[in-house]
């Protein structure tokens, strides 16, 4: 197993555009389960839309019902238990497509397949697994995962919620009061965390919504968006829960809570991804309709500026996700290999890449964001009403940003589990970090270098980007040390430089893979989006790195260390941009939609 990628190895380890995968290498299988989630998408949800906007709860279960139906609800749960057991790789494909039309239907899924459903496929016993999973995955249930309270937010761990054993011991008493619990309007299970006596950690339980054993909902939220995802609060009231219904141990739950975390953080990556993609095509398709000035606006530089940062945000985000998804999926394979049971093997698999189901959360939900914003200027007018999906899908982009762990929460633990791994010695990140200091006291090369191979200087400068990194994160872990973790606004910034070389170099890698099967003359828009993303990535790197540095250095010190940092982002030849959003956006408007 020791040939197999560890999480956070990235940074350290030079990755061969042949051992990631893309979205280039689904299979056919894969491209058949992707097409019929489209149709499923473009029968019952995207026709609907006003019905979600006017929330319409009701019908938001019924789709749900008929994603159970189709068997969609089932893709990620083990076939001894009535699900798919299909792979990694696939139920991220499931989860992105599915989540393009609407987020009020994409966070009843995630709320259901991930959260709902995970905990007890993940941790509970054999008896848990048989009576709750198959109801679960078919549809006939829906699950639900209560663990934020009024005051319980990002401090998940902080829950007043009690469960009381009973003198005969046979069963918890729960009381307390959950807050924002998607799906809580018709789900049949909830996931509760709450607090044995004075534990320093809570609880996980399983909890049946039946009659008459004090649970109440609140009302509906008023929500920005996600209009018909049923949200309310939940309150328990001496709720009597069998023994055999605690999940995992005793003050296990704050573990079963973070690791459910982890896969509902690369599944929201993945459902921001289709998203893009119609909120891209339709605004390529309205530019392409608009006539002012008597020409379509899609020929002016602006918009089509536009189009070709929305394209390659995208493509980029595509193929961070999926080439973790992979990595992911590998390490779950070589555990089963070595004997380990499916849930011990995925629970260590997602949690080995934890680093990068961070990074992909916090890039791919602010993408998202982007993309719907600059989607509404493209429509103009038209995209501040309601008569057009872009302030939909632009009011439904905004709550990526804060559930499963705010980005602000993400940013932080990106960095702060780097360097656990390291201290760990998981992942070496000393000695790369010792290199780059002495490599600051040395004099620079000022040979010319051959790039005349695709990519040469690109991968050159991403090689750059991570000593950048290793400086400006060694220096502070030098500095710091165990309390590095006070110090948010330099962790922020550490984590806006990881994030970067990751997305930036998975974009890279994609497209030297598909040069090398299809040729490079064949896919120069790839290559374009690619380069336009490292323009970018080198300058948040430079920025980022700049605040860093000034934040705990001085002297001759920091001088050491800016010059250093204008060394590890310095382009020999700087890219056109211009030219490579023509390139993007020409290919775009000609197809008429986002075609990668």
């Known amino acids: 197993m020791e040939n197999i990628t560890r999480g956070g190895q990235f940074l350290v380890k030079e990755t061969k555009c042949e051992d990631i995968f893309t979205p280039e290498d689904f299979s056919e299988e894969q491209l058949m389960m992707r097409d019929s989630v489209k149709e499923f998408v473009d029968k019952e949800l995207w026709p609907n839309k006003d019905r979600f906007e006017k929330k319409d709860y009701a019908f938001t279960e019924e789709c749900m019902r008929k994603a159970g139906e189709l068997g969609l609800l089932g893709v990620a749960v083990p076939e001894a238990y009535g699900g798919l057991e299909m792979g990694f790789v696939s139920t991220m494909l499931v989860c992105d497509y599915i989540s393009g039309a609407t987020g009020s239907f994409s966070t009843a899924f995630g709320a259901h397949t991930g959260i709902g459903t995970m905990p007890i496929t993940l941790y509970g016993t054999e008896e848990q697994k048989k009576k709750y999973v198959p109801k679960l995955a078919s549809g006939e249930w829906f699950g639900a995962y209560c663990l934020t309270e009024p005051g319980a937010g990002s401090d998940a761990n902080s829950g007043k919620t009690k469960a009381v054993l009973s003198e005969d011991g046979k069963s918890y008493k729960i009381t307390g009061q959950?807050?924002?619990?998607?799906?809580?309007?018709?789900?049949?299970?909830?996931?509760?965390?709450?607090?044995?006596?004075?534990?320093?950690?809570?609880?996980?339980?399983?909890?049946?919504?039946?009659?008459?054993?004090?649970?109440?909902?609140?009302?509906?939220?008023?929500k920005l968006g996600i209009r018909s995802s049923s949200t309310r609060q939940v309150f328990f009231n001496d709720t009597v829960v069998p023994v055999e219904n605690m999940l995992a141990g005793r003050g296990e739950g704050f573990k079963i809570a973070m690791n459910a975390l982890n896969v509902g953080r690369i599944k929201l990556a993945a459902a921001c991804l289709d998203a893009q993609r119609r909120t891209i095509s339709g605004a390529v398709k309205y530019a392409n309709e608009r006539i002012q000035f008597n020409t379509p606006i899609a020929n002016f530089g602006a918009i089509r500026s536009k189009i070709a940062e929305m394209a390659a945000s995208c493509y980029a985000g595509e193929s961070a996700s999926y080439r973790a998804a992979k990595s992911i999926e590998d390490r779950i394979n070589a555990r089963i290999a070595d004997g380990v049971s499916h849930q011990e093997a995925e629970l260590k698999g997602v949690e080995e890449f934890a680093i990068e189901c961070s990074i992909l959360?916090?890039?791919?939900?602010?993408?998202?964001?982007?993309?719907?914003?600059?989607?509404?200027?493209?429509?103009?007018?038209?995209?501040?009403?309601?008569?057009?999906?872009?302030?939909?899908?632009?009011?439904?982009?905004?709550?990526?940003?804060?559930?499963?762990?705010?980005?602000?929460?993400?940013?932080?633990?990106?960095?702060?589990?780097?360097?656990?791994?390291?201290?760990?010695?998981?992942?070496?990140?000393?000695?790369?970090?010792?290199?780059?200091?002495?490599?600051?006291?040395?004099?620079?090369?000022?040979?010319?270098?051959?790039?005349?191979?695709?990519?040469?200087?690109?991968?050159?400068?991403?090689?750059?980007?991570?000593?950048?990194?290793?400086?400006?994160?060694?220096?502070a872990v030098q500095k710091y040390g165990p309390d590095l973790?006070?110090?948010?606004?330099?962790?922020?910034?550490?984590?806006?430089?990881?994030?970067?070389?990751?997305?930036?170099?998975?974009?890279?890698?994609?497209?030297?893979?598909?040069?090398?099967?299809?040729?490079?003359?064949?896919?120069?828009?790839?290559?374009?989006?690619?380069?336009?993303?490292?323009?970018?990535?080198?300058?948040?790197?430079?920025?980022?790195?700049?605040?860093?540095?000034?934040?705990?250095?001085?002297?001759?010190?920091?001088?050491?260390?800016?010059?250093?940092?204008?060394?590890?982002t310095k382009y020999t030849n700087v890219p056109n941009v211009v030219a490579l959003r023509e390139i993007i956006a020409d290919k775009l408007i000609k197809e008429n939609h986002y075609c990668y």
């Open 361 to 475: 959360k916090v890039a791919v939900s602010e993408d998202m964001q982007n993309c719907s914003d600059e989607g509404i200027q493209i429509f103009g007018g038209m995209g501040f009403s309601e008569d057009t999906p872009m302030e939909s899908a632009w009011r439904d982009a905004r709550i990526a940003r804060i559930y499963e762990g705010t980005n602000e929460i993400n940013r932080m633990l990106s960095v702060g589990m780097l360097i656990k791994k390291a201290m760990k010695g998981h992942v070496d990140l000393l000695g790369p970090a010792m290199k780059v200091a002495e490599e600051l006291m040395g004099i620079p090369s000022f040979d010319t270098p051959d790039y005349s191979e695709l990519f040469a200087e690109e991968k050159e400068l991403i090689g750059k980007l991570k000593k950048a990194f290793l400086m400006v994160a060694g220096s």
């Open 178 to 222: 959950k807050m924002w619990i998607s799906n809580a309007g018709f789900c049949s299970v909830f996931i509760v965390f709450a607090r044995i006596e004075d534990d320093k950690n809570i609880t996980g339980f399983i909890v049946e919504n039946v009659p008459n054993n004090g649970i109440t909902l609140g009302e509906e939220e008023h």
């Open 485 to 568: 973790d006070k110090h948010q606004q330099l962790l922020m910034a550490a984590a806006d430089m990881l994030i970067e070389i990751y997305v930036a170099e998975s974009a890279i890698l994609r497209t030297e893979k598909t040069a090398k099967a299809n040729g490079a003359e064949n896919v120069k828009e790839q290559i374009a989006m690619a380069q336009l993303y490292l323009y970018h990535a080198v300058d948040i790197v430079t920025l980022k790195g700049k605040e860093g540095i000034a934040s705990f250095a001085e002297g001759d010190e920091q001088r050491m260390m800016l010059m250093g940092l204008r060394r590890f």
